[in-house]
């Protein structure tokens, strides 16, 4: 049972044989692919314009990090209006810390405020050239961490890892669908039961992420509804995103997939290393690709609020919506010329 033979017929095997060939050679490119992009990305991370919030009006601040700018380009000073702003764009998740002059004992100094939960690796390079430069000008400086990594996750790599379980549950439910029940839709009711299936299965696999990482590895202690929803919208992009496209392609889609997903998607999340410790190909690919969203949808429902959560979730939702849209035109456009499968 689940076994199967080769055709007896040599004709047939040597028709099989040339379709195993084509498969293979898929895998090899989709294989060196993968090889090219993980190497090619995170072989040599190197820190490029990590930006730091500073408030225009505050000349101390903002002659430091130009110091720090002339003498390395790691570090990218964002001006804003008011302090207010600023702490607006740390917790949105829009810069990484918060520098601003500052008086202790009536003598002249700095603070550096961090938010070391959007990425422990920037906030270590930022912290080491503000202290660098501060010593350097004779400055007292005063480090502070508004948003602090879970101790259970001094890396901050659990975010990824959630978000590439989710992706993978997610492209691999719709591929196990389109295996047994066929890739593309034959009518609209059919479609709607493949949507209902994989909705289902993704608010199952997000509430089984959240019961890991939550409960289960303690790695978080709060806001356990919000991550099952986050998790269950991950794994919805990414399910309809598979469907949609082997609705078209058949499963030839799901080599598609692999490759946006895995092979450019994971390298490209911003989770292993932080988007500014990136080439440039891959830089601003969180901002779009699933994994990427994934990932940070997840840092910003456990650690910061809505604003950070509002891009990664709304652009992941669009993936959700322009999926549907399209395994419905694929429903209609092709679903009813395929030939039914059937059982040789």
Known sequence: MGHRGEPADPDSWRRSLIRGAVLLFGTLVIATAFIAA???ALHQPTPKDVPVAVVR??????TLLAAVRERDRALKPVEYADRAAADDALAGRDVYAVLASSSTGGKPGLTLVTASAAGPAAIQVITQMVQVAAERGQAPLTVSDSVPIAPTDPRGLVPFYLAVGLVLGGYLGSTVLGIRVGTTPRTFARAGARVGGLALHSGLLGLAGALVTGPGLDVWHTRFASLVGACALVAFAASMAAAAAQGWLGLLGTGLI??????LGNPGSGGIAAPEFLPDFFRDMHLWNIPGLGTDLV?????????ATAQPALTLALWSVAGLLLLLAATAIRGRGIRPWRRR
Do not use: E, M, N, T
């Not at 009006?57 to 903002?62: E, G, M, Y």
């Open 57 to 62: 009006s505050d000349q101390p601040a903002r």
């Open 38 to 40: 993980y190497a090619g």
């Open 299 to 307: 840092k910003a429902v456990v650690y910061f609020g809505p604003d």
């Open 258 to 263: 692999i490759l946006l997903l895995v092979v």
